[in-house]
Protein backbone atom coordinates (compact mmCIF):
# COMPACT_ATOMS: atom_id res chain seq x y z
CA UNK A 1 0.00 0.00 0.00
CA UNK A 2 2.71 2.45 0.74
CA UNK A 3 4.82 1.45 -2.75
CA UNK A 4 1.77 2.29 -4.56
CA UNK A 5 1.32 5.53 -2.80
CA UNK A 6 4.42 6.48 -3.19
CA UNK A 7 3.41 5.92 -7.05
CA UNK A 8 0.24 7.83 -6.60
CA UNK A 9 -1.89 4.88 -6.60
CA UNK A 10 -5.38 5.21 -4.26
CA UNK A 11 -6.67 2.03 -3.43
CA UNK A 12 -10.52 1.73 -2.39
CA UNK A 13 -11.21 -1.30 -0.77
CA UNK A 14 -15.11 -2.01 -1.35
CA UNK A 15 -16.92 -4.82 0.39
CA UNK A 16 -19.62 -6.91 -1.74
CA UNK A 17 -21.75 -9.81 -1.37
CA UNK A 18 -19.63 -12.71 -3.18
CA UNK A 19 -23.08 -14.51 -3.22
CA UNK A 20 -24.67 -11.78 -4.96
CA UNK A 21 -22.55 -11.98 -7.39
CA UNK A 22 -22.18 -15.12 -9.00
CA UNK A 23 -26.10 -15.41 -8.79
CA UNK A 24 -26.88 -12.19 -10.37
CA UNK A 25 -23.70 -13.18 -13.29
CA UNK A 26 -24.68 -17.00 -13.35
CA UNK A 27 -21.44 -18.18 -12.22
CA UNK A 28 -20.91 -20.91 -10.57
CA UNK A 29 -18.95 -22.23 -7.37
CA UNK A 30 -15.57 -23.63 -8.90
CA UNK A 31 -15.93 -26.47 -6.74
CA UNK A 32 -19.03 -27.52 -8.71
CA UNK A 33 -16.85 -29.20 -11.31
CA UNK A 34 -15.22 -31.84 -9.91
CA UNK A 35 -12.02 -31.29 -12.31
CA UNK A 36 -11.55 -28.15 -11.22
CA UNK A 37 -12.40 -28.45 -7.36
CA UNK A 38 -9.79 -31.26 -7.34
CA UNK A 39 -7.06 -28.80 -9.11
CA UNK A 40 -7.83 -25.39 -6.89
CA UNK A 41 -7.52 -28.21 -3.62
CA UNK A 42 -4.17 -27.97 -4.64
CA UNK A 43 -3.23 -24.31 -6.39
CA UNK A 44 -4.32 -22.73 -3.46
CA UNK A 45 -1.73 -24.12 -1.22
CA UNK A 46 0.54 -22.81 -4.31
CA UNK A 47 -0.82 -19.55 -4.55
CA UNK A 48 -0.45 -19.36 -0.59
CA UNK A 49 2.99 -20.61 -0.38
CA UNK A 50 4.05 -17.73 -3.11
CA UNK A 51 2.86 -15.51 -1.02
CA UNK A 52 3.46 -16.28 2.41
CA UNK A 53 0.25 -16.86 4.04
CA UNK A 54 -0.51 -19.09 6.17
CA UNK A 55 -3.26 -21.20 3.92
CA UNK A 56 -4.49 -24.35 5.66
CA UNK A 57 -7.17 -25.29 3.30
CA UNK A 58 -10.70 -23.96 2.79
CA UNK A 59 -13.28 -24.11 5.85
CA UNK A 60 -15.57 -27.25 6.42
CA UNK A 61 -18.48 -25.24 5.98
CA UNK A 62 -17.71 -22.97 3.96
CA UNK A 63 -21.32 -22.65 2.62
CA UNK A 64 -22.58 -20.90 6.35
CA UNK A 65 -19.36 -19.20 6.46
CA UNK A 66 -20.16 -17.39 3.39
CA UNK A 67 -22.56 -15.95 4.60
CA UNK A 68 -20.56 -12.79 5.19
CA UNK A 69 -23.93 -10.17 4.56
CA UNK A 70 -23.82 -9.05 8.50
CA UNK A 71 -19.75 -8.79 8.24
CA UNK A 72 -19.69 -6.87 5.20
CA UNK A 73 -22.25 -4.43 6.55
CA UNK A 74 -20.54 -3.96 9.57
CA UNK A 75 -16.74 -3.05 7.35
CA UNK A 76 -19.39 -0.77 5.73
CA UNK A 77 -20.10 1.02 8.97
CA UNK A 78 -16.42 0.84 10.19
CA UNK A 79 -15.48 2.69 7.01
CA UNK A 80 -17.79 5.39 7.96
CA UNK A 81 -17.11 6.17 11.06
CA UNK A 82 -13.60 5.14 12.13
CA UNK A 83 -10.37 6.13 9.93
CA UNK A 84 -9.03 4.39 7.11
CA UNK A 85 -6.10 2.67 9.28
CA UNK A 86 -8.93 1.32 11.78
CA UNK A 87 -10.97 0.25 8.28
CA UNK A 88 -8.03 -1.77 6.69
CA UNK A 89 -7.04 -3.62 9.93
CA UNK A 90 -10.23 -4.90 10.74
CA UNK A 91 -10.80 -6.02 6.95
CA UNK A 92 -7.36 -7.74 7.43
CA UNK A 93 -9.02 -8.98 10.98
CA UNK A 94 -12.10 -10.44 9.74
CA UNK A 95 -10.68 -12.00 6.84
CA UNK A 96 -8.31 -14.04 8.68
CA UNK A 97 -10.52 -15.28 11.14
CA UNK A 98 -12.54 -16.61 8.35
CA UNK A 99 -10.21 -18.22 6.52
CA UNK A 100 -7.36 -19.61 8.99
CA UNK A 101 -8.15 -22.59 11.44
CA UNK A 102 -10.61 -22.26 13.84
CA UNK A 103 -12.43 -20.59 11.03
CA UNK A 104 -14.84 -18.28 12.90
CA UNK A 105 -18.22 -17.84 10.87
CA UNK A 106 -18.92 -14.02 11.32
CA UNK A 107 -22.58 -14.32 10.14
CA UNK A 108 -23.47 -15.32 13.58
CA UNK A 109 -24.01 -11.51 15.80
CA UNK A 110 -22.30 -13.00 18.60
CA UNK A 111 -18.89 -14.25 17.42
CA UNK A 112 -18.54 -11.20 14.95
CA UNK A 113 -19.14 -9.19 18.33
CA UNK A 114 -16.54 -11.59 19.76
CA UNK A 115 -14.13 -10.65 16.75
CA UNK A 116 -14.41 -6.71 16.84
CA UNK A 117 -13.78 -6.80 20.52
CA UNK A 118 -10.57 -8.89 20.40
CA UNK A 119 -9.35 -6.94 16.86
CA UNK A 120 -6.03 -5.36 17.12
CA UNK A 121 -3.59 -4.03 14.12
CA UNK A 122 -1.56 -7.08 14.80
CA UNK A 123 -3.35 -10.73 13.29
CA UNK A 124 -2.61 -12.61 16.71
CA UNK A 125 -5.04 -10.42 18.56
CA UNK A 126 -2.88 -10.80 21.40
CA UNK A 127 -0.67 -8.02 20.62
CA UNK A 128 -0.90 -4.79 19.16
CA UNK A 129 -3.34 -1.93 19.48
CA UNK A 130 -6.86 -2.89 19.79
CA UNK A 131 -9.35 -1.65 17.21
CA UNK A 132 -12.77 -0.87 19.25
CA UNK A 133 -13.54 -0.71 22.70
CA UNK A 134 -16.96 -2.46 23.72
CA UNK A 135 -18.97 0.72 23.30
CA UNK A 136 -17.67 1.19 19.49
CA UNK A 137 -17.92 -2.81 18.83
CA UNK A 138 -21.96 -1.49 20.07
CA UNK A 139 -22.10 1.02 17.88
CA UNK A 140 -20.82 -1.20 14.87
CA UNK A 141 -23.21 -4.24 15.44
CA UNK A 142 -26.50 -1.78 16.08
CA UNK A 143 -25.43 0.48 12.42
CA UNK A 144 -25.52 -2.93 10.78
CA UNK A 145 -29.33 -1.91 9.15
CA UNK A 146 -27.77 1.14 8.10
CA UNK A 147 -25.84 -0.05 5.33
CA UNK A 148 -28.13 -2.70 4.20
CA UNK A 149 -29.12 -0.72 1.20
CA UNK A 150 -25.44 0.35 0.36
CA UNK A 151 -23.86 -3.66 0.16
CA UNK A 152 -27.19 -4.22 -2.28
CA UNK A 153 -26.26 -1.52 -4.31
CA UNK A 154 -22.99 -1.99 -3.91
CA UNK A 155 -22.87 -5.82 -5.09
CA UNK A 156 -25.39 -4.40 -7.67
CA UNK A 157 -23.16 -2.02 -9.31
CA UNK A 158 -20.16 -4.09 -9.38
CA UNK A 159 -22.17 -6.68 -11.57
CA UNK A 160 -23.38 -3.60 -14.05
CA UNK A 161 -19.70 -3.34 -14.34
CA UNK A 162 -18.72 -6.70 -15.48
CA UNK A 163 -18.21 -8.67 -11.90
CA UNK A 164 -18.51 -12.31 -11.85
CA UNK A 165 -16.30 -13.75 -8.98
CA UNK A 166 -14.01 -11.87 -6.69
CA UNK A 167 -11.48 -10.29 -6.47
CA UNK A 168 -12.67 -7.90 -8.42
CA UNK A 169 -10.60 -4.52 -9.62
CA UNK A 170 -10.92 -1.75 -10.99
CA UNK A 171 -8.63 0.62 -11.93
CA UNK A 172 -8.88 4.34 -13.20
CA UNK A 173 -5.61 6.06 -15.10
CA UNK A 174 -5.31 9.89 -14.07
CA UNK A 175 -4.13 11.32 -16.88
CA UNK A 176 -6.75 10.21 -19.10
CA UNK A 177 -9.69 8.49 -17.26
CA UNK A 178 -9.34 5.38 -18.73
CA UNK A 179 -10.86 2.44 -16.62
CA UNK A 180 -10.12 -1.21 -16.82
CA UNK A 181 -11.64 -4.54 -15.04
CA UNK A 182 -9.18 -7.07 -13.39
CA UNK A 183 -10.43 -10.72 -11.90
CA UNK A 184 -8.32 -12.39 -9.76
CA UNK A 185 -5.71 -12.43 -7.34
CA UNK A 186 -3.04 -13.15 -9.86
CA UNK A 187 -3.72 -9.87 -12.33
CA UNK A 188 -1.23 -6.92 -10.23
CA UNK A 189 1.29 -7.05 -12.92
CA UNK A 190 -1.74 -6.53 -15.63
CA UNK A 191 -2.71 -3.54 -13.28
CA UNK A 192 0.65 -1.99 -12.55
CA UNK A 193 1.35 -2.22 -16.27
CA UNK A 194 -2.13 -0.79 -17.09
CA UNK A 195 -1.35 2.13 -15.01
CA UNK A 196 2.07 3.07 -15.32
CA UNK A 197 3.79 1.59 -12.21
CA UNK A 198 6.82 0.18 -12.44
CA UNK A 199 7.57 -3.14 -11.36
CA UNK A 200 9.68 -5.91 -11.67
CA UNK A 201 7.71 -9.10 -13.83
CA UNK A 202 8.37 -12.50 -13.87
CA UNK A 203 11.40 -14.04 -15.78
CA UNK A 204 13.47 -16.84 -16.28
CA UNK A 205 17.14 -16.15 -15.24
CA UNK A 206 19.99 -17.41 -16.96
CA UNK A 207 22.16 -19.76 -14.93
CA UNK A 208 24.33 -19.29 -12.18
CA UNK A 209 28.32 -19.63 -12.37
CA UNK A 210 30.28 -21.01 -10.12
Known sequence: ??????HGVKVNF???FLGGIMQTSGNRPPWVLKAKGKYLARDSFRAAERLGVP???SP??????????????ALHF????????TYLAAIRFLFHKIWLPPHVNLAEDEKLIAALKEATDQLDGGSGK??????DVEKIMNGRESMKERVKDLTGEAVEKGAFGAPWLMATRDDDGKSESFFGSDRFNHIYRFLGVPF?????LPPSKL
Open 60 to 73: PDIVAIAKTVSPLR
Open 55 to 57: YQG
Open 130 to 135: KLFSDE
Open 200 to 204: KDVEI
Open 14 to 16: IPV
Open 1 to 6: MSKLAA
Open 78 to 85: IKDNFPES
